[in-house]
């Protein structure tokens, strides 16, 4: 299959019905999805083709796995569809930020958050990102050269998870929170997981009722408001007394007036934006990272080209803006883990219209499903999709694959893709840098590690 073919080539057939299991007949697929979701979704396309059809309870949901579908979906066609099921679980944490809300409402809030992830906002960021990368191998360094045991042995995902938090916190909310790392990283995969469990059952009490979760829910998401929003009292009590609190993206949406009423965002408002950042832009960045410097200790070669590349261009230094043009390979090899393990790896949507896709009728109300780690692991479309290898990313002989938005997309697809995408890339490659300069973290021998 052609990463570049259209829909047109596509027959129409619209009365017929898109193949795929029939599953339980109350459940459908629920078992599957729940038990292996990342099997599930490969094997349905492996067994069915570039659009799937099966049933998660009282749901219908197609899968699509062809680029030109998934065009139609989140570019060509996407006000026929809203963010809706799934997403609306994450609603009771994230509240209506840019990841959760629809419409006019979230073109308006993206377009005031835009700024704030300009070059030359990102620019001036630069020497935060290098501080606490500093600060992290100034951490590690007691652990270095020691034998394998309880002193030199690293929790790399809690140890990305606060870094990537104090850079969130400092850089966007002006405030660093690393201290509640291991709190707020506890707390989110609670609500994370509480949130996945929703959307993936069929019975569901109101959150009113008081079952042991729904309290740990409670706690967890009154822990987290209590963070951010005493970073917004703080930042009101800073304006009162006169400072300016424009330089990061908090206190630019603070500042922000609405063209038509002059009205600024409320505290519930800012709140939202502010949880949407706090957490969702830190945990994904974490997993990057985790998952880069686990496939550095699994390819040394990798490794050796990476480290040699760092340092030509770096000799020694911390890194500037102006060096990440220069540390190509670097990013590469970010870009070719994110293929393996996209750190967003499946998204959604809600048809609010009846629509045909691939020719086949798609109605109202279903539930469409783009999996970037099933188009990432496609044969139809990479060479050796299970290898790494950042080299199909070189910007001068790249995988076609690679320059197609609607196969690779580690940061979704469409209008409603990051909006720190940028932001995101520019910390992975400054951290990766200064890491690799450093150290070679290594894998504890014996283990097997299962995305």
Known sequence: MNPTETLASHPPVSTQQAPGPAGHWIFGSLRERRLDPIGFFTSSVRNYGPIVRYRMGPKTVFQIADPAAIRHVFLENHRSYIKGFGYDKLEPVLGKGLLTSEGEFWRRQRKLA??????????????????????????????????????????????MTRFALKVASVTLLGKDVSDHASDVGRALGRLLELANDRILSLIQLPESVPTPRALTFRRDRDMLNTVVFGIIEERHRLIAAGHSTSQDLLGMLMAVKDEETGERMSDAQLRDEGMTIFLAGHETTANVLTWTLMLLSQHPSVFQKLTAEVDSVLQGRDP??????????????????????????????????????????????????????VMHHHPDFWENPEGFRPERF?????????????????????????????????????VLAMIVANFHVDIVPGQTVTP
């Open 114 to 159: 835009q700024p704030a992830f300009h070059r030359p906002r990102l620019t001036a960021l630069t020497g935060m990102i290098v501080q606490a990368s500093q600060e992290l191998l100034d951490r590690w360094k007691p652990k270095a050269n020691r034998p394998v045991g309880p002193e030199s042995i690293l929790d790399l995902s809690d140890e």
């Open 320 to 373: 500037a803006f102006e060096d990440l043009g220069k540390l190509r390979y670097t990013l590469m090899v970010i870009e070719e883990s994110m293929r393996l393990y996209p750190p967003a790896w499946v998204l959604s949507r809600e048809a609010v219209a009846d629509d045909q896709i691939l020719g086949y009728r798609v109605p109202k109300g279903s539930i469409l499903i783009a999996s970037p780690y």
């Open 394 to 430: 070189d910007p001068e002989a790249p995988e076609e694959a690679t320059k197609n938005k609607f196969v690779y997309m580690p940061f979704g697809a469409g209008p409603r893709s990051c909006i720190g995408k940028d932001f995101a890339l520019m910390e992975t490659q400054i």
